[in-house]
Nanobody
Framework: QVQLVESGGGLVQAGGFLRLSCAASQRTFRTYTMGWFRQAPGKDREFVAAISWSGGTTHYADSVKGRFTISRDNAKNTVYLQMNSLKPEDTAVYYC??????????????????WGQGTQVTVSS
C-alpha cells in the first residue's frame, strides 16, 4: 500500500502563490496517475488536477486552469501542485491521491485508491 504525505500548505494573501508537494512511500508511485483534490468547509471534496504516470498528460478543473500547474518527479516519488494567483475561494484542505488504474485521467474521488492526510491552504483577501 502506498502512503502519501502532503506538505507546503499555509497562509498566503490573495494573488500570492504556494507549491504543494506529495511524497509517496513506494516506487510503484511511478506507475500511478496522480491527482490533487480539495475540500472547503461544508463542501464536498472536488477535483483540482491530475497527471498521467509519465507526466505527459495533465487535466485541470476549470476553476484553476491557467493558475495551477501539476507536475511530477518520478525519480523522487513526488508530485507537485504549483498554485499561482491564489484567490480566497481556493481556501481548502488539499489532498493528493493515487489512481492505480491505467486509464484516461479521471476526476472522481471514487476513482482514486490511495489518499494523503491533506494540507491546509488558506488565502486571505
Amino acid at each position: 500500500q502506498v502512503q502519501l504525505v502532503e506538505s507546503g500548505g499555509g497562509l498566503v494573501q490573495a494573488g500570492g502563490f504556494l507549491r504543494l508537494s506529495c511524497a509517496a512511500s513506494q516506487r510503484t508511485f511511478r506507475t500511478y496517475t496522480m491527482g490533487w483534490f480539495r475540500q472547503a468547509p461544508g463542501k464536498d471534496r472536488e477535483f483540482v488536477a491530475a497527471i498521467s504516470w509519465s507526466g505527459g498528460t495533465t487535466h485541470y478543473a476549470d476553476s484553476v486552469k491557467g493558475r495551477f500547474t501539476i507536475s511530477r518527479d518520478n525519480a523522487k516519488n513526488t508530485v507537485y501542485l504549483q498554485m499561482n494567483s491564489l484567490k480566497p475561494e481556493d481556501t481548502a484542505v488539499y489532498y493528493c491521491a493515487a489512481d492505480r488504474a491505467v486509464s484516461p485521467l479521471r476526476v472522481g474521488t471514487y476513482d482514486y485508491d490511495y489518499w494523503g492526510q491533506g494540507t491546509q491552504v488558506t488565502v486571505s483577501s
